[in-house]
């Protein structure tokens, strides 16, 4: 991945762990716009994952939920670390929440963090995705009952 697109990739996960989805999604959708490293499948999930995280903000768990799942099957085809970020507790902390939007359980307190490798994501070296396993500011998503939200 260019050093360009790395540090884009920083700023995405550092305002997406702020709680800054719509900016989030801003910054990664110039990333993938022109993506020339990263395939843009890891973008996009990256930026469906901030798009379902605004949804939630704003009240709107039908749409939540919809984006929510596209990111998951799209982060389901690369490995447990890409790009100098941790899929895997992205991929579970998202996953519990799409669980709890589909069955009206509670919600986990606080949205997820994207979490980076020690050396952070703008020195992660890509490896190649895997084969897809086929069987404004942001308001702060708030920990009540999904069924609750305004």
């Known amino acids: 991945m260019p050093d360009e697109e790395r540090?884009?990739?920083?700023?995405?996960v550092a305002q997406f762990n702020e709680g800054l989805f719509f900016e989030c999604h801003d910054t990664l959708e110039e990333v993938w716009s022109g993506v020339r490293g990263a395939p843009p499948d890891f973008l996009q999930g990256l930026i469906q994952a901030a798009v379902g995280f605004y949804h939630l903000g704003?009240?709107?768990?039908?749409?939540?939920t919809t984006v929510?799942?596209?990111?998951?099957?799209?982060?389901?085809?690369?490995?447990?670390?890409?790009?100098?970020?941790?899929?895997?507790?992205?991929?579970?902390?998202v996953g519990e929440w799409l669980r709890a939007l589909e069955?009206?359980?509670?919600?986990?307190?606080?949205?997820?963090?994207?979490?980076?490798?020690?050396?952070?994501?703008?020195?992660?070296?890509?490896?190649?995705?895997?084969?897809?396993?086929?069987?404004?500011?942001?308001?702060?998503v708030r920990s009540a009952p999904i069924d609750t939200w305004a």
Not at 7 to 12: F, H, I, Q, V, Y
Not at 58 to 64: L, Q, R
């Open 7 to 12: 540090d884009a990739l920083a700023k995405g």
């Open 58 to 64: 704003n009240g709107n768990s039908k749409g939540a």
């Open 68 to 93: 929510l799942r596209r990111s998951l099957e799209r982060l389901a085809r690369y490995p447990p670390r890409y790009a100098g970020v941790e899929l895997e507790p992205l991929r579970a902390a």
């Open 103 to 140: 069955t009206g359980a509670r919600a986990p307190a606080e949205p997820p963090r994207i979490v980076s490798t020690p050396e952070g994501v703008a020195s992660g070296a890509a490896s190649p995705p895997r084969t897809p396993d086929r069987s404004a500011t942001s308001k702060a």
